[in-house]
């Protein structure tokens, strides 16, 4: 094999390994990236800063008892939360519960039902982006 044929082959191999190792939470992160891109032409990507930012923040358009994320999600999210009713949250930190945001449809439920308990409004999708980008470093 020659050298350009091998360069061929390696770079096609890192691509499908690349494609091979995305998943379920990475897919839904770039359906939030295009959406986000559509509406904000100068998106440049989620930061783990603004989602932390975002879980701490005290909002006056949701529920009372729910001013922030942390309301249930716990300040630091490798800790386990409790709901208002006194419901143990399982912590929202990727490291410590693996499988958390790996399904769409209920990644899209909970943030539907606590944007609004906490907003008062939906999320956009630079929040859900930024959000799920601080809990996965975690």
């Known amino acids: ?12 191999s890192l691509t499908l390994a690349t494609a091979a190792a995305a998943g379920p939470r990475e897919d839904q992160l770039a359906q939030y990236a295009a959406a986000a891109k559509a509406t904000t032409p100068a998106f440049a990507g989620f930061s783990a800063a603004r989602g932390e930012a975002l879980h701490r923040q005290k909002f006056a358009g949701g529920k009372p008892a729910t001013p922030s994320c942390a309301s249930c999600h716990a300040d630091d999210p ?15 930190a990727v490291s410590l519960s693996p499988a958390r945001y790996t399904d769409a449809a209920k990644v899209e439920k909970w ?8 907003l008062g409004r939906e999320c956009t999708p630079l929040e859900k982006g930024d959000w799920l980008a601080y809990v996965a470093s975690r």
Request: hydrophobic letters at 40%; glycine letters at 6%.
């Open 1 to 12: 094999m020659n050298l350009q044929t091998a360069a061929i082959v390696l770079s096609l």
């Open 78 to 92: 490798r800790s386990a939360g409790r709901t208002p009713a006194g419901k143990t949250i399982e912590p929202a």
């Open 111 to 118: 943030f539907k039902r606590n944007c609004n308990d906490v």
